[in-house]
C-alpha cells in the first residue's frame, strides 16, 4: 500500500521581490529559477527525494526518506546562497493527490505566497522510520512511442515541442482526475507521475485517454520502492523492458 510523502515548496514573497525596487531583469529570474531547481533536486536527491520543477516559485517533491531535520537543513542551504528563502509543507497519504492538497492547506494557513511576514514554514508530519515500507512510493516513468522518428526527427522543433505538450497536458489532467497522480514532464518526451496503488488496467486506461485526445501512443514503466529513487529506478528498468518486448505497460 503506498504511503507517498510530498513537500510543497514555495518560495516566499517571490512575487513582490521579482519587481521591487523595480522589476528585475528576466534573465535573471529564469537564472534564479532554474538554479534554485538544480540545487533543490541535488539536496533532496541526494536523500534520495525527486523533486520537480512545476511553476518554478512553486515546486513539488516527493520526499520519503527525508525527516524534519532534512527539510529544515535544506532551507538554511538555500536562505545562505539566495536572495529569497522557501516555505515548506510536508503530508503524506495513500493519494499522492490528497498528500499535495494537505501540504498546500498547511502552507496557505500559514500565509499569503505574498506575504512578507512569512517566511521559511516548516510544517506537517513525515513517515516515521519505523512505518516505511518497501512499496510506500509508485512511480509510473512515461515515454512518448518513437518521439524522435514521428516528431524530433520530423518536425520542426517548435512542432515536435508542441505535440509533446499535448501528451503531457492530456495526460497530466486524466492522470490527476480519474487516477489520483502527480504527472510531471521531465524533458525529452518523458513524463514521471507519482501514483496510488494503480494496476495495468488504470495504466491501459490512460494510455487509450491520451491516445484518443491527442492521436500520440505513450508507453509506461512502472516501478515501487521505499524512496522515490527507489521507485523511479524499478520504473526506468520497467520501461526499458516494454520497449525490448513492445509492450506499453510494464510493471518491475
Ligand atoms: N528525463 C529523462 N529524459 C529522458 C530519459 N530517457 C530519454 N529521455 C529524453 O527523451 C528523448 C527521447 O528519447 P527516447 O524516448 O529514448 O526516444 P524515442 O524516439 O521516443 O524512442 P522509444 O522511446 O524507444 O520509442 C531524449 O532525447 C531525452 O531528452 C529519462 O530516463 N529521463
Known amino acids: 500500500?503506498?504511503?507517498?510523502?510530498?513537500?510543497?515548496?514555495?518560495?516566499?514573497?517571490?512575487?513582490?521581490?521579482?519587481?521591487?525596487?523595480?522589476?528585475?531583469?528576466?534573465?535573471?529570474?529564469?537564472?534564479?529559477?532554474?538554479?534554485?531547481?538544480?540545487?533543490?533536486?541535488?539536496?533532496?536527491?541526494?536523500?534520495?527525494?525527486?523533486?520537480?520543477?512545476?511553476?518554478?516559485?512553486?515546486?513539488?517533491?516527493?520526499?520519503?526518506?527525508?525527516?524534519?531535520?532534512?527539510?529544515?537543513?535544506?532551507q538554511e542551504s538555500v536562505r545562505n546562497r539566495y536572495p529569497v528563502t522557501v516555505s515548506f509543507g510536508v503530508a503524506t497519504g495513500t493519494s499522492p493527490v490528497h498528500a499535495l492538497a494537505d501540504a498546500t492547506n498547511l502552507i496557505q494557513d500559514a500565509g499569503s505566497a505574498q506575504d512578507k511576514s512569512r517566511r521559511e514554514i516548516l510544517d506537517g508530519r513525515v513517515i516515521e522510520e519505523a512505518f516505511r515500507t518497501d512499496d510506500d512510493v509508485q512511480i509510473a516513468h512515461f515515454d512518448v512511442v518513437d518521439a524522435t522518428g514521428k516528431y524530433t526527427d520530423e518536425l520542426d522543433a517548435f512542432g515536435a515541442f508542441i505535440e509533446i505538450e499535448q501528451a503531457y497536458a492530456s495526460l497530466m489532467r486524466y492522470m490527476y482526475e480519474a487516477h489520483d497522480s502527480l504527472s510531471f514532464f521531465v524533458g525529452g518526451d518523458n513524463i514521471i507521475a507519482v501514483c496510488p496503488d494503480l494496476d495495468a488496467a488504470a495504466y491501459d486506461d490512460a494510455i487509450e485517454h491520451v491516445l484518443d485526445e491527442t492521436g500520440i501512443q505513450v508507453r509506461v514503466g512502472v516501478g515501487e520502492g521505499s524512496t522515490p529513487h527507489d521507485a523511479g529506478y524499478a520504473a526506468k528498468h520497467a520501461l526499458e523492458v516494454g520497449r525490448a518486448d513492445e509492450s506499453l505497460v510494464e510493471f518491475h
Open 1 to 74: 500500500m503506498t504511503n507517498t510523502q510530498i513537500t510543497l515548496i514555495q518560495i516566499d514573497n517571490y512575487g513582490p521581490w521579482t519587481v521591487t525596487p523595480e522589476p528585475r531583469r528576466e534573465v535573471d529570474l529564469q537564472t534564479l529559477q532554474s538554479r534554485l531547481y538544480a540545487d533543490l533536486s541535488q539536496l533532496v536527491g541526494n536523500r534520495d527525494g525527486y523533486v520537480f520543477f512545476t511553476r518554478f516559485d512553486n515546486m513539488v517533491a516527493v520526499t520519503n526518506g527525508l525527516d524534519m531535520d532534512d527539510h529544515a537543513l535544506i
